[in-house]
Every structure is written in C-alpha cells, then in structure tokens.
T-cell receptor, first 111, second 115 residues
Framework: KAGVTQTPRYLIKTRGQQVTLSCSPI?????VSWYQQTPGQGLQFLFE???????NKGNFPGRFSGRQFSNSRSEMNVSTLELGDSALYLC??????????FGPGTRLTVL | AQSVTQPDIHITVSEGASLELRCNYS??????LFWYVQSPGQGLQLLLK??????LVQGIKGFEAEFKRSQSSFNLRKPSVHWSDAAEYFC?????????????FGKGTLLTVNP
C-alpha cells in the first residue's frame, strides 16, 4: 500500500506570494492532518480534516488555510508569505483516531 | 491542554551501547503515546505506540518504551544502538476532545552514534 505523498517536495517563494501544498493520504484514510516544523518552534499542529470538514485547528493566523476533497486528498494554502513561514510542512493521514502516518514533507523556503 | 517534554536536546552514545530517551507528558486522562523518528530531510516514521493495556510496548528496529502513569513518562529504550539509529526522535501525545484530535510533539532529541 502506498504511503502518504506530498507535492511538491521543495518550493521557493518570495515574500507576499501565496503557495499551495498538496497531500494524498494512504488509500482508505479519511483523516488528514497538517503540521509545520521549524527549528525554533518544532512540530506544530495546523489543522485536521475528515470527510471534507475541518475538525480541528491549531493556533495559526488566517493566512493558513486548507481543504479536503471527496477523495480525501488535501491541500493547504498560505497566503501573503512571510519569511517566518519557511518550514517543513508535514501531512499525516489516519484511518482511525490515534495513529498517524506521515508523508516526506514539503520544504518551503521564503526569500 | 496536553504537552510533551523531552529533557534531552542532544544525546551521544557509542555504537553497541544501550540507549534511553526520556519523555514526560501532561494530560488529564489516559493519552495515546507515540515515538517517531526522523532522518534528515525526511518525514516522521512511527517507532511504536501506546493506547492501553500492557505498559511495555515493542516497536520496530528493536525499540521499546514503557508507559509509567505515576511518573507521566513514556521513555524509549534500545539495548544496543546501531550507527543507523542516528536521527532525531520525537515523543508525541495524542488527545481527543469530542471529535477533535491532534498530536502534540516534544521538541525532539537528536541522537548521535559514535563508531
């Protein structure tokens, strides 16, 4: 069974631009969560989607948004990029509450 | 709100030596507990998990962890470390409030293995 895939793997943007990251969960998994990983703050929860509905949201500004499609694929969008948004963005999928399986991440660099 | 503390930012051990990585959590009820490992530039790989039952859990790559409710701890152990174990290790607690569920991670422990 294929794992969680994330595209693109690497991305370079400039301040003020917006970016969209994509995540395809493991087949059959309906929950998708997003995390931001930075050296300073570590791993922080962004949001979680289940059956196209956002069930939970972390403490991030409204510039960070997401959505989930009927096939469980998810996208997250960051608008008006700031230097501090440079991070590894990780997506995780799960079948039931509890265990989450992570993708390889998207490395976003904001210049 | 739940929280996780990994007291050791960086640990260095010699290959073949035993390893223990510490993790303390804060949560009002019985949590779901996890250990993940991350190699440079990679995502997180699940090593082991505790949901309920036997407090000593076995994971992949020869790792084990013990849940101690009285100490709010979930320490990771390995009897003999291999050079390929060098990576960053994250302890996480999963907590549910209604239909809301998320993982809260510790800051991680970087493991260096000397030959």
């Amino acid at each position: 069974k294929a794992g969680v895939t994330q595209t693109p793997r690497y991305l370079i943007k400039t301040r003020g631009q917006q970016v969209t990251l994509s995540c395809s969960p493991i087949s059959g998994h309906r929950s998708v969560s997003w995390y931001q990983q930075t050296p300073g703050q570590g791993l922080q929860f962004l949001f979680e989607y289940f059956s196209e509905t956002q069930r939970n949201k972390g403490n991030f500004p409204g510039r960070f948004s997401g959505r989930q499609f009927s096939n469980s694929r998810s996208e997250m969008n960051v608008s008006t990029l700031e230097l501090g948004d440079s991070a590894l963005y990780l997506c995780a999928s799960s079948l039931v509450l509890g265990e989450q399986f992570f993708g390889p991440g998207t490395r976003l660099t904001v210049l | 709100a739940q929280s996780v503390t990994q007291p050791d930012i960086h640990i260095t051990v010699s290959e073949g030596a035993s390893l223990e990585l510490r993790c303390n959590y804060s949560y009002g009820a019985t949590p779901y507990l996890f250990w993940y490992v991350q190699s440079p530039g990679q995502g997180l790989q699940l090593l082991l998990k505790y949901f309920s039952g036997d407090t000593l859990v076995q994971g992949i790559k020869g790792f084990e962890a013990e849940f101690k409710r009285s100490q709010s701890s979930f320490n990771l152990r390995k009897p003999s470390v291999h050079w390929s174990d060098a990576a960053e290790y994250f302890c996480a607690v999963g907590a549910q409030g209604g239909s809301n569920y998320k993982l809260t991670f510790g800051k991680g422990t970087l493991l260096t293995v000397n030959p």
